[in-house]
């Protein structure tokens, strides 16, 4: 598309394209090297001592620490066991979710639209603090809940999605054959919908699993829990350094999770005819 | 319920923070969210390979991993412009790659005869693109983007958590002084929520109508 957008370019074009394309990435380059550095410059503190920059070793040090990785790895596996088990959950409401909104009787379709709104308009930290104070849940299953109802919602309106953009013709003829109308939705319908609309879910289970991290406000003891707690032992010194592995961890588990995502969308975007 | 109403002026300072975070860091992440969508399209390729790191990073990032760097780093590092401030910082910085996403997914849906028919007429790229190709996108990418703020609506909560007095930190306080009347203050805290996302999905709604009708 953005090809159209200028001609083809020439050779005085693609000179000029190329300086312009040099400089930028000197630009870049002199801003990310003028960041690192102005983090790595000694601080003088408000009563005069002097320290030294952020990537001085005496801020990494902590890392030869085998119990400070272990800290680390149990709180990524929290975090993980958390987004497991809601993304289960999640699953199994979007199906019931989007079952009763594509449901033809009135008295199923319209609770459910009404309850999934509720849902979907509610901050998931908020659901997590009602879940915790009215349940009495403890953090790890208030955590829980919260992430599978809002994601269940959200996956459940994807689903929908995907029931209604099926073909007429495939409910006619799943009832034509003699199936149930709950038959066909569940024999015909909602396994293509699903194919289709794969790629949707997982990127929302992308969303699922960075949000566990909020269930550091309600006192689950996963990664960012693990990171402060850590912060506050070996004091605000290692700050930084401790912030700087995190973001590497959740960035690791996230990213590879969205090139799954994009691995299985390339797979089953277009529909092999069958 | 009288819990609620003997609160109420806590609640309503609540959601004038809430209002404050979703405008200012909306307008911000509006902003930064353009000139990143613009670098993503623009023909430099060192400019598209910079906003497409960016984009991945931060969208990949918990929101609460961000103000936590926010609330807690950036004073460290000698930056505290007080705990709004950094948290409409943090906001913004973290919406701005879903706005230039919704942005690019726009022009991106521009049908390609329209740019060959601009091109073909002479425009120039600056050309083509300020009155032919954004005019269009601009109203297809309204929709998106209000999903996109009613998200931001939504996470202003985060900020709750991070020494700001919005909606969720008023529910927090108001919670531990009423223990017993938590159901009432929660589903009071809900609708003040739900006022605000359910407005915008109405909006968003009618918009995409108008637009169906257009197209």
């Known amino acids: 598309m953005t090809s159209v957008l200028y001609d083809a370019p020439g050779p005085k074009a693609r000179r000029m394209s190329r300086i312009i394309s040099y400089v930028g990435v000197a630009v870049i380059a002199v801003g990310v090297i003028a960041l690192v550095l102005a983090l790595g410059a000694p601080k003088t503190s408000v009563n005069g001592a002097v320290q030294p920059g952020l990537w001085d070793l005496s801020h990494w040090d902590v890392f030869n620490d085998v119990q400070v990785w272990r800290a680390l790895g149990a709180g990524a596996l929290a975090t993980l066991e958390m987004a497991g088990v809601a993304a289960v959950f999640a699953l199994v409401i979007g199906v019931l979710f989007s079952f009763g909104r594509a449901s033809d009787a009135a008295w199923i379709r319209v609770p459910t639209t009404v309850v999934l709104e509720f849902f979907r308009g509610m901050p998931v930290l908020l659901m997590m603090l009602f879940i915790l104070l009215v349940f009495s849940t403890g953090s790890f299953w208030a955590g829980v809940a919260a992430l599978a109802v809002y994601n269940g919602a959200i996956i459940g309106e994807a689903l929908r999605a995907g029931i209604k953009a099926l073909p007429r013709g495939q409910r006619e003829a799943g009832l034509a054959i003699g199936l149930t109308p709950i038959a066909t939705r569940l024999r015909i319908e909602f396994p293509q919908a699903f194919r289709q609309m794969l790629p949707i879910i997982i990127a929302q289970l992308v969303v699922l699993l960075k949000d566990t991290s909020l269930a550091f406000v309600v006192g689950y003891s996963e990664l960012l829990r693990s990171m402060r707690d850590l912060t506050n032992f070996f004091g605000n010194r290692y700050s930084f350094s401790f912030f700087f592995v995190v973001l590497v961890i959740y960035l690791a588990m996230n990213l590879s999770l969205s090139w799954l995502a994009r691995r299985i969308a390339r797979r089953s975007g277009p529909e092999p005819t069958h | 319920m009288d819990a609620v109403i003997d609160n109420l002026p806590v609640f309503l300072e609540g959601f004038r923070n809430t209002l404050g975070l979703l405008v200012i860091s909306g307008v911000g992440a509006l902003i930064l969210g353009m000139i990143v969508a613009g670098l993503r399209i623009s023909p430099v390729a060192s ?163 108008r637009v169906a009708v257009l197209r």
Not at chain 2, 73 to 101: K, M
Not at chain 2, 106 to 133: D, P, T, W, Y
Not at chain 2, 199 to 205: D, E, I, N, W, Y
């Open chain 2, 47 to 209: 400019f598209r390979g910079f906003a497409t790191v960016y984009t991945e990073i931060i969208r990949n990032t918990p929101l609460t991993l961000i103000l936590f760097f926010c609330a807690f780093l950036l004073p460290y590092l000698q930056f505290s412009p007080g705990y709004f401030t950094l948290a409409v910082i943090g906001l913004t910085v973290y919406t701005s790659p879903f706005v230039a996403e919704a942005v690019r997914s726009g022009i991106n849906g521009v049908h390609v005869g329209q740019a060959e028919a601009a091109r073909s007429i002479g425009l120039g790229f600056g050309q083509s693109l300020a009155f032919v190709i954004l005019p269009q996108a601009l109203r297809m990418v309204v929709p998106p983007l209000i999903n996109v703020f009613i998200a931001l609506a939504k996470n202003t909560s985060v900020a709750g958590a991070f020494f700001v007095f919005e909606l969720f930190g008023a529910a927090r306080q108001v919670t531990n002084d009423r223990g017993d009347r938590v159901l009432a203050i929660l589903l009071a805290v809900a609708v003040f929520y739900l006022l605000i996302t359910v407005t915008l999905g109405v909006f968003a709604g009618r918009v995409e109508k």
